[in-house]
């Protein structure tokens, strides 16, 4: 079986995604989650460079990928801001002490 | 292609235990090592100048974001028991990448690939030139958020107590 370089771009992004949303899902650290979305980015980044290879138009994935990666960096430093202010806060990075109305 | 498929499993296992380990800072170093695997993956794809983006913002300042926010914020460990069952979290998470893989590969190979044509490097400033003003205007919302967010302002409901 031979696997070709794209298939195995493709799987690494399907695999970064799938763990992304793993720890998305089961994380509770406000960090963690933060961490979680930087590995999401990364793979969409990688989806982006790859289409842009396929098509052979590596230029224009450039672009795209630039903005998808700065818009990341802002999301992360907001987020890591929203963390830093919630355990002064709160006292804790746990999301489950983020609920106010009691179940 | 045996450097991509190592580079790849490389990218997954730093990615795992980015997600997996307890500590936070063991956490923000495993994800660096993944983003500097991720610009050699895209380096190798022939993307060179996102690759240097990518590794210095992705590996370089994006951790010492992490390692600043670790620094105040306290390595705190949060308990293992997640909201959410672990194995119904990996259920729907394999389910999901089944059906984007079955949808997605057979189509890989229709798409001709052509040679790189790298001598168009203007394409950034004639084409994509709103593109740079909205990243513009990300960045001051971003940093405007930060100032509103870390300023040291007391919550008006301890005050009201």
Redo the contacts between chains.
């Keep these: 079986m031979t696997?070709?370089?794209?298939?195995?771009?493709?799987?690494?992004i399907?695999?970064?995604?799938?763990?992304?949303?793993?720890?998305l899902?089961?994380?509770?650290?406000l960090?963690?989650l933060?961490?979680?979305l930087?590995?999401l980015v990364?793979g969409a980044?990688?989806a982006f460079?790859?289409a842009?290879?396929?098509?052979?138009?590596?230029?224009?994935?450039?672009?795209?990928?630039?903005?998808v990666?700065?818009?990341d960096?802002?999301v992360?430093?907001?987020g890591?801001?929203?963390?830093?202010?919630i355990?002064?806060?709160l006292g804790?990075?746990?999301?489950?002490a983020l609920t106010t109305l009691k179940r | 292609m045996v450097w991509q498929m190592l580079i790849g499993l490389g990218i997954l296992a730093s990615a795992i235990l980015a997600i997996r380990t307890k500590r936070l800072l063991v956490s923000a170093i495993w994800l660096a090592v993944a983003s500097a695997l991720t610009a050699l993956m895209i380096y190798l794809l022939g993307a060179p100048q996102i690759a240097v983006i990518e590794l210095s913002v992705g590996a370089g300042l994006v951790t010492v974001l992490f390692v600043f926010a670790i620094n105040i914020a306290g390595d705190e460990p949060v308990e293992i028991r997640s909201l959410i069952p672990a194995p119904l979290a990996w259920g729907l998470v394999i389910l999901a990448a089944a059906l984007t893989a079955f949808l997605v590969l057979p189509k890989l190979g229709l798409l001709p690939v052509n040679a790189v044509d790298s001598t168009k490097g203007s394409i950034l400033w004639d084409a994509r030139y709103m593109d740079i003003l909205l990243q513009i205007a990300i960045f001051f919302s971003g940093v405007l958020g930060v100032l509103g967010l870390l300023s040291s302002g007391k919550p008006k409901v301890e005050e009201e107590e």
């Design positions: 696997l070709s370089v794209s298939t195995i771009v493709l799987i690494t399907l695999g970064l995604a799938g763990i992304a949303f793993y720890g899902l089961a994380s509770r650290n960090i963690k933060v961490v979680a930087q590995i990364k980044v990688l460079i790859l842009g290879n396929q098509i052979g138009n590596v230029n224009e994935a450039q672009s795209l990928a630039l903005t990666i700065v818009a960096t802002i992360a430093v907001l890591l801001a929203l963390a830093v202010q355990r002064q806060r804790t990075l746990d999301i489950k």
